[in-house]
């Protein structure tokens, strides 16, 4: 079970912060931001990407302040010991809560699209069992099967998007803000929660990132933050301008969508290859969610070279799954509603604050020498 200590290139972690962010994020965005902003829904995602973007700089900055401590570490250092085993042991169970979501969300998926007939927890125990094996076989191994999913999925993607020209009608863009401005905002905290905030958890992970040269990984992260963002929109733009008023009645957009495709009856019903790379995407953030709740737990227990605890944190992250929510409509009202205020709360403030704790901490260091040396220039 004991493991050496395990890194990534760069260019890997950046890969894996573009599954992370993208993984469910193409398939379940688009309707509900349309139902909640309306035609503004694109305008709350660039509000909502600014002020993502903030958070990401956060992230890289508390990872270069603190080069060499994992995040248990850093966190520790500036909250002291009791003050870390709370922050931490909320984070684990927002983590937990969130790979519940996205395990439950893809089942029902699943379950409404193209295997009615299939119990939920069939398809859950299955994407836990994967995510659980692959979390075994460690981050390096992760790094390099992940790069080449999320190719897999944004080829199949760039596909859809050029079959789906034909049938665009770009005046369903107009009116911007038929209702207002409490639409788009409405979007902008929808948004916000789901996968804007959850860039702050990937704090966890950047210390696994090699940071052979300097400037290289911050280069990934943003390049990869922006084309999660753009390809969100181009899902956001498509789903408007494609199903025009009826697309806030449409559950998957992107998938009905999908159906719509012929080309010359030789190429049709592509929604299958649609539903296996959002699957892809889907079990790729799952994996990636595990494997934080894995690494905080391992060093809150004192155990960080052990592996012994996947599969019995992957079989409790199935039970919550299955056993969370009693029907879709409460899940929905969590996701839009609750999560949002929920991680800003137990992750986005907390880790925020520890940022501002570093930054402060490092001036006071740097004026005490800049005076004691000032002092040694007098003598």
Not at 314 to 334: G, Q, R
Not at 339 to 353: E, G, R
Request: with cysteine; charged share 15%; proline share 4%.
């Amino acid at each position: 079970m004991e493991q050496s200590k395990e890194i990534v290139s760069d260019h890997q972690m950046a890969f894996i912060f573009l599954c992370y962010m993208v993984g469910s994020a193409l398939v379940n965005i688009p309707s509900p931001l349309i139902t909640n902003a309306e035609n503004g829904a694109w305008i709350s995602l660039l509000l909502t990407s600014i002020v993502g973007f903030g958070i990401l700089i956060v992230i890289l900055y508390l990872n270069k302040a603190h080069r060499g401590s994992t995040f248990f570490e850093y966190t520790k250092k500036v909250y002291g010991k009791w003050l870390t085993y709370v922050v931490i042991g909320l984070l684990l169970m927002l983590l937990v809560i969130m790979v519940s979501n996205i395990i439950l969300d893809v089942g029902m998926f699943l379950h409404n699209t193209v295997m009615r007939a299939t119990p939920l927890y069939i398809v859950q125990g299955f994407i836990f069992l994967v995510a659980a094996l692959t979390i075994f076989c460690g981050i390096e191994v992760i790094g390099r099967m992940f790069t080449m999913l999320i190719l897999f999925v944004m080829a199949v993607y760039g596909v859809f998007l050029l079959m789906i020209v034909p049938v665009i009608e770009p005046q369903y863009i107009l009116p911007l803000t038929p209702d207002g401005w409490k639409p788009i905002l409405h979007g902008a905290y929808f948004v916000f929660g789901f996968p804007y905030s959850e860039v702050i958890l990937f704090a966890i992970l950047l210390p696994f990132a090699r940071q052979k040269e300097a400037g290289t990984l911050r280069r990934g992260m943003i390049v990869a933050y922006i084309l999660t963002t753009l390809l969100l929109l181009t899902a956001v733009f498509i789903s408007i301008m494609v199903l025009g008023p009826i697309g806030t009645k449409v559950k998957y957009s992107l998938f009905y969508i999908s159906t719509l495709i012929d080309v010359q009856d030789i190429l049709t019903r592509i929604e299958a290859v649609m539903a296996m790379s959002w699957i892809i995407g889907s079990y790729m953030k799952a994996t990636i969610v595990l494997y934080m709740i894995h690494t905080l737990f391992n060093e809150m227990v004192g155990e960080k070279s052990t592996r012994i605890f996947v599969f019995p944190i992957s079989f409790l992250c199935l039970l919550m799954s299955v056993t969370l929510y009693e029907h879709e409509l409460e899940f929905a009202d969590h996701v839009g509603v609750i999560w949002p205020l929920f991680i800003t709360i137990v992750a986005v403030i907390p880790i925020t604050l520890m940022a501002a704790i570093t930054m402060i901490k490092k001036r006071r260091k740097r004026k005490k020498r800049s005076k004691e040396e000032s002092k040694e220039l007098d003598i």
